[in-house]
Each structure stands twice: as structure tokens, then as C-alpha cells.
């Protein structure tokens, strides 16, 4: 059984990604054996009507899958009544957490709003899945240019908040280790190896990061999902470890309260 934490729906505008259909992706997650996937939507990073672009994930995900897909709405504290959108998330669709893209919708971790943020969707005790990038900058459209997230503000900020569960996606390569590590030991933050590089990442993951905390997660359609299981099979990890990223550990997170 494996749990994938990092996947999307919809159409990203850039380029055409095989998969973005709610059908199609059904058919290729369940080729790979995934038992249960939390999703985004790529319409939550571009449209301004949030409370439309939840309510389409929240219907292709009930409509598709036969509880294989598990809604994570987005929630742009820039946009006027992001409050409803944090609300109709929890109470109407059910949603179990949420998914941030600050660098896409134009606000840093140390600004007051984001924090407000936090303390909210803890209080209704909502995963935080904060995106810290989606794309390599290299790769970027030349009029769309977005810098990867910095992470220096987000310790503190998670200190602050005791009952925060928060993962972190798209860890991108040029994060170092010592700033994952600060964010290990600030609270309840959980990473996915979606963008683990090299030989053997996924393991130095483990010894820098600790087995608990790491999820799998694939960034598809975006990337391939072949990519993030090979990464896990050359890692050289034994039954128990990989038995605790690929479920054990998304379970246990979905359980808390």
C-alpha cells in the first residue's frame, strides 16, 4: 500500500502534463499501486476564485477514485474572505488540510498574515502543506518568474503554534539540510521526497531528518511518478523503513488531532 502526499489535478498552463484529468489519473495511480493521494489543484495556484477551485477538487475527488483521492483545498491569505475559503475547506468539503503556494500568490512567511493563517487552520486542525517551489527556476516562463519560498521565518513561527501539523512539498535541491533540520526539531513538520536528489538521497533524508518525519510523495503529474518510487528502491532502505514512508507515516499524521 502506498500513500502518495503530493499530487495535482488540473491543467498547469505552461505545458501539456499527461495525468491531469481526474479519469486518467485514477488509471495511473492505481497502476503504481497507489492506495491514497492527497491533491492539489493546479487552478488553486493560478485563479483568484479559490472558493470555485475547491469546490471542482472537492466534487472530481468524490466523484473519482472511490476514496482513493483525498481533497487539500488552497487558501490565498492575499485575497479578500480567504477566512471563507479556510472555512468552507472544513466545513463543507471536509477537507483534511490545506495547500500553500506563497511565492505564486505573493506573500512571504514573515508576513503577519501568514501567521494568522497557521493558527486558523490549527485551530480546525487542518494539515498545512506548504509548497516550497513547484517548478526548477531554470525552467520557468520568462514572464512568469517565481523564486522558491525562504524558509528562515518558519521555525519561530511553528514554535508559536503547538498544535500545527505541517508537511513541506517540493523540497528543492539547494535547500541545506541544517535549515530542514531547524524545521525538524521546531514541531510537528513532516517532508515528502518528491524532489530528493541523488544517490542515496531518500536514505540521507532518513539519517538527517529522522524516518518519522519523511513521506512519499510524488509532485505528479508534474513529474513523473516512476521517478519519486525509484528513489525510494535505490535507496536501499530495509521492509520497516519503507513500509513507514510509503503509509505508515501519512496515516499516522491524518490520525492526530
Excluded at 40 to 48: A, P, Y
Amino acid at each position: 500500500m502506498i500513500v502518495d502526499t503530493n499530487v495535482n489535478l488540473s491543467r498547469w498552463p505552461f505545458r501539456h502534463l499527461s495525468g491531469t484529468e481526474p479519469a486518467e489519473l485514477v488509471r495511473d495511480l492505481r497502476k503504481h499501486h497507489i492506495t491514497q493521494c492527497w491533491v492539489g489543484s493546479f487552478d488553486g495556484i493560478f485563479h483568484k476564485d479559490l472558493s470555485s477551485a475547491n469546490a471542482r477538487l472537492a466534487s472530481e475527488c468524490q466523484t473519482h477514485g472511490s476514496g482513493l483521492l483525498l481533497p487539500f483545498g488552497s487558501v490565498n491569505p492575499k485575497l479578500p474572505d480567504w477566512q471563507e475559503d479556510l472555512r468552507r475547506c472544513s466545513e463543507q468539503h471536509r477537507m483534511r488540510g490545506i495547500r500553500l503556494h506563497p511565492n505564486y500568490h505573493g506573500y512571504t512567511l514573515a508576513d503577519p498574515v501568514f501567521s494568522e493563517l497557521l493558527n486558523l487552520a490549527a485551530a480546525r486542525g487542518l494539515i498545512v502543506q506548504l509548497a516550497l517551489c513547484v517548478e526548477d527556476e531554470r525552467t520557468q516562463h520568462p514572464l512568469v518568474r517565481v523564486p522558491p519560498v525562504d524558509l528562515a521565518p518558519l521555525p519561530d513561527l511553528i514554535k508559536a503554534v503547538p498544535k500545527l501539523r505541517i508537511q513541506l512539498l517540493n523540497c528543492y535541491p539547494q535547500i541545506r539540510f541544517n535549515q530542514l533540520r531547524s524545521l525538524a526539531t521546531s514541531g510537528n513538520v513532516h517532508f515528502e521526497i518528491s524532489m530528493a536528489e541523488g544517490v542515496g538521497g531518500v536514505a540521507r533524508w532518513i539519517d538527517q531528518l529522522g524516518l518519522k518525519r519523511i513521506m512519499f510523495g510524488s509532485h505528479y503529474p508534474f513529474f513523473y511518478l516512476e521517478s519519486a518510487l525509484l528513489k525510494i528502491q535505490e535507496a536501499g532502505l530495509d521492509q520497516a523503513q519503507r513500509t513507514a514512508i510509503f503509509e505508515d507515516n501519512a496515516k499516522a499524521l491524518l490520525a492526530q488531532q
